[in-house]
C-alpha cells in the first residue's frame, strides 16, 4: 500500500485514477477546488496548482506524485501557460521540497508536435520542465482517452446516434479506456522511475482510421448504418470561428484545435509503449464503447 498525491482527482481521468486506487489499497491525497463529499481513503487538500501551501500539504509523506491536472482547453495562451506549464512547475517545486522521489506525469501525444497548437506547446513545455527536475519521473503521453464520465467524447457519441459522424480530414488515431489508463498510472507510480517517456494504446494495430471509429460508435450506439463525413480544415476552421462567437469561451471547437485534431498521425509510437510485463491494456475498445454508451444512457445523456 502506497500514499499517493493526486492532482486532477476530481476530473474524469483523475475520478477514475482514485477508484482504481483505493481498489488496489493505496491511499489517497486529493487536490480539489470545491469542498467534496467524504470519502475512506482519500484526503482532500483544499486548494490550486497555484497555491504552494496546498500543494506541499498534498505532497508531505507521500510516496509517489500522480500529476494529472492540466488545461485542454482555455481561450488564450495565458490559460495554457498557467494550467499546463506554471502547474506542473508548482508540483514539482512541491515534490522537491517534501522530498517526494516518485512523479508520475500525465502529458499527451500532442506535446510531440508543439508546433501545431498553444495546447501541444504547452504540454510540450511541462515535459521539459520534468525531464529537467531532480525527480525520478515517468512522463505518460495518452492518446484519445473515453469511457464512463467523459464528456469530451459526449457529442461524438450523440452525433452517431444521429446517423452521421462530421470528423477531421482522413488519418489515424490511438485510443485508450479511462480504465486501463488508471491501472497504467497506478504500476508506474508503483515502479521505480526510470526517467522515460511512454506512450500505450488499446494496442490495435497502427490505431483507428477516423472512418473506422465512427462506425465503431454507431454500434455502440445501436446504429447500424453510420455516415462518417470527412470535413476539409477550412470548413473545420470556420466551423470553430462559428462556435466561438456563439459560446465563447465554452466552445469545444477552437482555431487551436482544429490545428491539432487535423494533424493524420496521432497513433502511439511502438518504441514508447510500456513493457508488457508491466502493463497491457485489458479493455477492447468496441466492447468499451458499448459499456460508456450505456453509462451515458443511464445518466440521461444519451
Known amino acids: 500500500m ?21 481498489a488496489a489499497g493505496h491511499t489517497v491525497r486529493a487536490l480539489a477546488r470545491r469542498e467534496q463529499p467524504p470519502r475512506a481513503g482519500v484526503t482532500w487538500i483544499a486548494g490550486a496548482l497555484d497555491d504552494t501551501d496546498a500543494l506541499e500539504r498534498l505532497c508531505a509523506g507521500a510516496d509517489a506524485v500522480i500529476h494529472v491536472a492540466g488545461v485542454v482547453n482555455a481561450p488564450d495562451r495565458a490559460g495554457f501557460v498557467a494550467g499546463n506549464v506554471a502547474g506542473t512547475r508548482a508540483m514539482l517545486a512541491a515534490a522537491s521540497a517534501t522530498g517526494v522521489d516518485r512523479f508520475v506525469h500525465v502529458s499527451s501525444l500532442a506535446a510531440r508536435e508543439p508546433q501545431l497548437s498553444v495546447y501541444g506547446w504547452s504540454k510540450a513545455e511541462a515535459e521539459r520542465l520534468v525531464a529537467a527536475s531532480d525527480r525520478a519521473f515517468t512522463i505518460m ?53 526510470d526517467r522515460a517517456i511512454l506512450e500505450a494504446d488499446d494496442e490495435t494495430p497502427r490505431g483507428w482510421r477516423h472512418v473506422d471509429f465512427a462506425r465503431a460508435l454507431g454500434e455502440a450506439v445501436g446504429r447500424r448504418r453510420v455516415l462518417p463525413l470527412p470535413l476539409p480544415r477550412a470548413v473545420m476552421a470556420a466551423g470553430a470561428r462559428i462556435a466561438r462567437a456563439t459560446q465563447g469561451n465554452a466552445a469545444k471547437l477552437t482555431p487551436d484545435r482544429v490545428a491539432y485534431f487535423c494533424h493524420p498521425d496521432w497513433t502511439v509510437a511502438d518504441d514508447r509503449r510500456p513493457a508488457p510485463a508491466l502493463w497491457r491494456p485489458a479493455i477492447e475498445t468496441r466492447a468499451g464503447l458499448a459499456a460508456t454508451a450505456e453509462w451515458y444512457r443511464v445518466h440521461g445523456l444519451l
Not at 486532477?8 to 477508484?19: S, Y
Not at 488515431?173 to 491501472?183: G, I, N, Q, Y
Open 2 to 22: 502506497s500514499v499517493l498525491a493526486v492532482t486532477g482527482g476530481t476530473g474524469f481521468v483523475g475520478t477514475r485514477l482514485i477508484d482504481a486506487a483505493l
Open 141 to 193: 503521453r495518452p492518446p484519445a482517452i473515453y469511457g464512463p464520465g467523459d464528456r469530451e467524447m459526449l457529442e461524438m457519441f450523440r452525433l452517431a446516434r444521429r446517423g452521421v459522424v462530421p470528423l477531421p480530414p482522413e488519418g489515424r488515431f490511438s485510443t485508450l479506456h479511462v480504465d486501463d489508463l488508471a491501472r497504467l498510472l497506478l504500476a508506474l507510480a508503483a515502479t521505480p522511475g
